[in-house]
């Protein structure tokens, strides 16, 4: 954010200019490209706009987006949270349990959000108080957590017979011709979006994630940030978790395993610098759509499955590259209109 | 903290005495803590704790298994298969170490077990003999390795992104080269190697690669220029620069060097278990960085030494095992290794942040208000 200020003060030629910011405004040129594939891939599959098919697409897309978020709020503080997948995995199934043993739907969701938050928070406190490297602390949760689920499970999984009749309807019911899903992960993204661009505590994760000493000299408690960044990772990878459970309905102990990599794989093709301090939830949630609408354009148009991760492999460096390649010609073109 | 040679001796001590006469008992009194803190730091080496809780869960296991570490492979090869077993990681763990000591990290060296597997597992099927396979899929592993690497050099990117694309990227090519199919019935001499003991010992033939390898490793990072260089990218990647060292060819060849090792235990993977599939090592690399982290290699890069590592290897081999023969299923075992990956974090910080607070109050009380020293403020 702080880079295209000084772009924007020396217009040297418009046109390029405005190409240039264009460019740079990662959600645009991630709309764009998103609306292009659509239609390409509307034209080759018919099938692929049937109300159900975009139900399908993007129950699973609001999910990670959900997870996406959270996951935006620890990389703009330079932290990684790699255990989400863990998180939502083991919501996912408490949520579950707690509905078999007849609790009512509303509480067991407060529960396993409540869950997520302490998860989140006990990541918070590894990395903060313990001072432990993120990626060190999440990779050790991301195994804890999971054999957690593993414990509660005892060999057992939890089947749509088990949970109240009716339980996963809300994933494919639609207002106003809208899915129920997507207008959750609106509802978080909007409210996110609004939180990082205009409170303080918002522009507090940007200042803490691009310069954590500036930070500190001018009075922003660097250390608190950094843990309500994971506290809210844990809330919302815990909202992703009860939305899971709704989703699939038939909960094993590895559910969501592997979502990690889809999470922080959204976070980053969105235009999340993995640095720190830049980037936006608005592009984290696009990137999961993104990603999601080629998993779903791999099965709408009857390619092999197994094109997906190499896709996805491929366009998370071709996202990052892009990057570095924007900010070379930029600090090019800057260096040139200073020399004239 | 370094001590002043003057003060060093009891007789040099006592001569000052009389010149510094208002200072000298203070100094004598510091001079015996930091004296009886060297011999506590020498003693609180990572690898001295690594140590301890090795013996303490070998231990444990004999508490638990009579056989945890009966050496007879006749009757119980509990040994040989608990340590085959953890071998794959292990070489990993080895070429990860100069990459974290550099600052880096390379998630992708799972992918690399999965492609190479694969490759292997299509070629063998063509019917192209194994020797010829072998070399080729390790030259796979070197290219793979020398992407990551110019794409983290040439490029500036993150090595934890570049990683994280090619951990999906090399993944996503084992499916395509392999697809849904599985290749096993690899030639008997080979598959030998993979869970075969040296004959006439316990020793399984994985092992001794494993310490062959340590070896290098260990002479190359603690005893030649190169490891030097690798220290000091780790500690000031812009300082070693200026002094000459070439940082992007040396963290290019690490990157290329950890692509090969991972395609090698890739082969061991496949032979051990006799078959490939694209999901061969799936998951590995948490437990390799846990390996590398375990054994006090320092994850933000500069310190770090390959015995810690290795130490952390039959640590991990020997947890397992008993938590194996105890009756805990692999999926718990995920509890205790992540438990002891935190564990193996905090503690030092733990330790530290004590020590700071010692020192704090000491300070207080040894010497006046008036004159602060500075300390560097713990992020």
Known sequence: ??????????????????????????????????????????????????????????????????????????????????????TIGLVAFAVALLLKQGTPIPIAWVIGVGLGLALGMSNGIIVTVFKVPSIVATLGTLSLFRGLTYLIANGHEVNANDLP?????????????????????VVVVVSAALVLRYAVIGRQFYAVGSNAEAAATIGIRSRATVFWAFAVSGMLAGVAGVLWGIQYGQL????????????????VVGGVSISGGSGTVIGAAIGALFLGLINNALNVLVLPQEWLQLIYGAVILFAVSADVLIQVRAQRAKARSRVR | M??????????????????????APRANSRQVQSRRRQALSALARWEVLLIAILAAVIWQGMQVSPYFIQLDFWNSPNFGASVSGTMEVAIMALAMTPIIIMGDIDLSV????????????????????????????????????????????RWGLPALVVTLGTLALYRGLANVVLGTRYVSNFPKEFTAFGFG????????????????????????????WIGRQIFAVGKNKDAA?????????????????????????????????????????????????????????????????ITGVILAVFTLAAL?????????????????????????????????QFRVLVDRVRQGRNRPAREPEPREVAR
């Open chain 1, 252 to 267: 094993y102990a590895s559910s969501a395993s592997g979502q990690s990599l889809a999470v922080i794989a959204a976070v």
């Open chain 2, 197 to 224: 003991y040296v004959p006439g010992t316990f020793v399984p033939w994985t092992l001794l690669a494993f310490l062959l390898l340590a070896i290098v490793f260990w002479v190359v990072i603690h005893r030649t």
């Open chain 2, 2 to 23: 370094t001590i002043d040679p003057r003060t060093q001796g009891p007789a040099t001590e006592a001569a000052q005495v009389p010149i510094e006469a208002t200072t």
């Open chain 2, 241 to 305: 620069r200026y002094s000459g060292v070439r940082v992007a060819t040396l963290k290019t060849a690490m990157f290329a060097v950890s692509g090969l090792v991972a395609a090698f235990a890739g082969i061991v993977l496949a032979l051990r278990y006799n078959s490939v599939r694209s999901d061969n090592g799936t998951g590995l690399t948490l437990t390799v960085v846990m390996i590398v982290v375990l054994g006090g290699v320092d994850i933000n890069g500069g310190k770090g030494t």
């Open chain 2, 110 to 153: 799972e992918s690399m077990i999965g492609l190479s597997g694969a490759i292997l597992g299509v070629l063998w099927a063509a019917g192209i003999p194994i020797q010829v396979d072998i070399p080729i899929v390790l030259a796979v592993g070197i290219v793979g390795g020398l992407f990551n690497g110019m794409l983290v050099t």
């Open chain 2, 320 to 352: 397992q095992s008993a938590l194996r023969l105890g009756g805990v299923s692999s999926e718990y075992q995920n509890v205790a290794i992540g438990l002891l990956l935190i564990f193996s974090v905090i503690t030092p910080q733990i330790a530290r």
């Open chain 1, 165 to 185: 009749a009716g339980y996963t309807q809300p994933a494919s019911q639609t207002f106003f011709g809208l899915p129920l899903f997507v207008i959750v992960a």
């Open chain 1, 1 to 86: 954010m702080a880079l295209s200020a000084p772009a924007k003060a020396n217009r040297a030629s418009p046109v390029g200019s405005l190409v240039a910011r264009a460019a740079r405004s990662r959600e645009l040129t991630l709309a764009g490209v998103l609306i292009v594939m659509a239609t390409l891939v509307a034209i080759a599959a018919p099938n692929f706009l049937s109300p159900t098919n975009v139900v399908a697409v993007t129950a699973l897309a609001a999910i990670i987006a959900i997870a996406a978020v959270g996951e935006a709020f620890v990389i703009i503080t330079k932290n990684i949270d790699l255990s989400v997948e863990s």
